[in-house]
């Protein structure tokens, strides 16, 4: 079977090899060193005094010789290479370097690689300063935070049990129970977790139903992305991985990393929507500003904070394995020293910082949330808001380009297996491109005037009806998101693409994407078509929706312990990741039921009935139930 696939790799490679590719039959592809190898792990520590490292090492010739210009021209087009020359290795110190006696491990390690890979390839070898070793002892350290921690999520978990049998045993009255208690009822958090939206008291929040679709789908497509990082790490068919490059298929997967943007949109346009309901009954004023962010603010970091507690605590002395530290250790090191940042949504400013870096999302979108209460109390009138509206859509498309320009980056964040390997924290695209707020306007931006529109349209009693004929323009939405996507391919080509087309898709991908999907979601709103709004609507999203928050903050904690975890090196195929695909949505999904009933819903309730605005008004549409990705904000979820 690997041979197949090997061949049918090779066919691909060769078939599309042409200008300064430099193709490699099976039997010269196997002249490189291996990228990835792994000693076994539980045997190394059989003798006592076993000593385990890991190390990331660069490959060097000493004198010119052809394998290492070959390495090096066949690692050239990065987009969609492993770099060759770099190679990650799993030493058995004591077992496999036993003719090296160095007390310096350093040099010790370096020296028996260069004996290995000199007697096996005629190439040398220079090990850095870091790198990660087990002597395979493990103790529990039991640190003060972790206690703290322990404590705090004891503590909810009594809540919960305290609450759900104050609920179940005295049945007691909605509005005279005791309500702090309430908030922890298992039960009722079930029944609003899996209510369909049902009576709310402002109509116009049901056409919004087919939110919760695009939610989960795109809850799922992000969670795919991450697992993505599971077929860079660690693999030993990276000839495979390579191959997978050529397809177009893939490059869909590959390209799909503007699907945040539909998280944008959604954002933007629940903040202008609830922010023009809110503007019929009340002024907007200085205090709706402070008000909106306070509440997202208290909306959002409990159910991060206590994942956040977890990862500094106790989560890096869960697991074992080679790439444990590396992968998991590293992790919580930033963590430790980053957390802060993340608490007050400044993470996408912090370069290098590998703490949960998928939480890049949350800051970017609580950043473009500020701005966009700003703009909209600051610009009282229609036409105020059309102008700085517009200003920012420009700005929101020549500030990615100008910095792609400047700095001569790639158009889209390329998934290309180097980057992937190094889980994007020194990419510069992925950087300064695409996870920070400012350059993620645009999205944010159309979202905001949609929901405008929709409100307008909604107040203005306007008939779509009539405009049935042009249909079609929204089923087309669909085919040409996927050609926006599949043109990323030209960023998979042999040679970079050029300045000009670099920055022209950094201006406008975003944009344009932004567009289909805007059209798609409004016609839903508006049922203007019935495919598309069917599938988006359909009622099974609901729950699932109500706990994409929980699901985003667990998965990529999950994926990376599965990574974190592996002693032996995987072996890719297309069976392996989608496997793994609906794993990762299984399992982020299935920890998100619970830690939303536990954590996220009951935290939610008690903040809101420890707000004296929230009570005083208890006859207002709640609009100030601020999420992002669970961005639902109807007044039945909390
Ligand atoms: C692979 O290519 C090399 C050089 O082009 C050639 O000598 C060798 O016979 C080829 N091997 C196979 C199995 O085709
Ligand atoms: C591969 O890694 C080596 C060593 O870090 C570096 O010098 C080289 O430029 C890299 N090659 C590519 C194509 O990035
Ligand atoms: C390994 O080889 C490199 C390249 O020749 C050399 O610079 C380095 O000193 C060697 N390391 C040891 C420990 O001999």
Redesign the pocket.
């Known amino acids: 079977m690997a041979s197949i696939s090997f061949a049918f790799i090779l066919c691909v490679l060769i078939g599309r090899g042409y200008g300064i590719i430099h193709q490699l039959?099976?039997?010269?592809y196997a002249r490189m060193p291996p990228i990835f190898q792994m000693d076994p792990f539980e045997e190394c520590f059989f003798e006592p005094g076993g000593m385990y490292c890991t190390v990331d090492f660069t490959l060097v010739a000493d004198s010119p010789i052809p394998l290492m210009d070959m390495i090096r021209e066949y690692s050239e087009p990065s987009s969609k290479r492993f770099n060759h020359s770099k190679l990650t290795y799993g030493i058995c110190v004591t077992k496999s370097c036993t003719n090296h006696n160095s007390t310096n491990l350093r040099l010790r390690l370096e020296s028996c690689l260069n004996d290995t890979m000199w007697d096996e390839y005629g190439l040398k070898t220079i090990v850095p300063e870091k790198f990660y070793c087990e002597d395979g002892e493990k103790t529990m350290e039991v640190t003060p935070a972790g206690i703290v921690v322990a404590f705090i999520v004891m503590f909810l978990f009594l809540l919960n049990f305290i609450g759900s049998s104050y609920d179940f045993c005295c049945n007691p009255d909605k509005d005279r129970g005791i309500k702090f208690l309430l908030c922890f009822s298992i039960r009722r958090n079930w029944i609003k977790l899996v209510t369909p939206i049902a009576d709310t008291p402002e109509p116009r929040f049901k056409r919004l139903k087919s939110f919760n679709g695009l939610k989960v789908i795109s809850t799922c497509m992000v969670i795919f992305a991450h697992s993505i990082f599971i077929g860079a790490y660690f693999v030993n068919n990276t000839a495979f991985v390579e191959g997978e490059y050529n397809k177009l298929p893939y490059q869909i997967i590959f390209n799909g990393t503007i699907i945040v943007q539909n998280f944008f949109i959604v954002s933007g346009f629940l903040l202008a929507y609830n922010l023009q309901l809110y503007a019929e009954k009340h002024a907007l004023d200085w205090k709706v500003i402070v008000k909106a962010i306070v509440l997202r603010w208290l909306r959002l970091t409990p159910a991060y904070a206590i994942v956040l507690g977890f990862v500094l605590t106790w989560y890096g002395q869960l697991g074992t394995g080679p790439i444990w530290q590396k992968v998991a250790g590293t992790e919580v090191t930033y963590c430790r020293e980053t957390w802060w940042y993340h608490l007050f949504y400044l993470n996408n400013y912090l370069d290098g910082s590998e703490c949960l870096s998928h939480t890049w999302y949350l800051a970017a979108d609580t950043q473009l949330y500020i701005l966009g209460v700003l703009v909209w109390v600051v610009c009282g009138s229609a036409r105020s808001r059309l102008v700085v509206l517009s200003l920012l859509f420009v700005a929101g498309m020549v500030i990615p380009a100008v910095i792609t320009y400047i700095n001569d980056l790639d158009g889209a964040v390329i998934v290309s297996p180097e980057a992937t390997r190094g889980f994007y924290v020194h990419d510069q695209t992925y950087i300064q491109v695409y996870s920070r707020g400012h350059t993620n306007i645009a999205g944010y931006v159309i979202g905001m005037a949609l929901g405008y529109l929709i409100h307008y349209t909604q107040a203005a009693d306007f008939n779509p009806q009539k405009y049935k004929k042009y249909r079609v323009c929204v089923w087309l939405t669909l085919p040409l998101g996927f050609i926006v996507v599949g043109a990323g391919k030209v960023f998979y080509a042999d040679e970079r693409a050029s300045l000009a087309e670099r920055v022209a898709a950094a201006a406008l991908l975003k944009p344009i994407f932004g567009f289909l999907v805007a059209i798609c979601l409004g016609s839903s709103v508006l049922k203007f078509e019935n495919v598309y709004r069917g599938i988006l609507e359909w009622r099974g999203w609901t729950p699932l929706s109500r706990v994409t928050y929980s699901a985003y903050l667990l998965h990529y904690v999950f994926v990376k312990y599965f990574i974190g975890n592996q002693v032996t090196l995987l072996h890719i195929s297309f069976m392996f990741v989608s496997f793994i695909f609906m794993g990762t949505i299984f399992i982020g999904f299935l920890a998100a039921f619970p830690f939303y009933l536990l954590v996220e819903s009951p935290l939610a309730q008690l903040i809101k009935l420890c707000l004296p605005v929230e009570r005083e008004k208890t006859k207002e549409p709640e609009e100030w139930k601020q999420e992002t990705i669970t961005t639902y904000s109807s007044r039945e979820h909390l």
């Not at 039959?25 to 010269?28: D, H, I």
Request: glycine letters at 24%.
């Open positions: 039959n099976g039997s010269e």
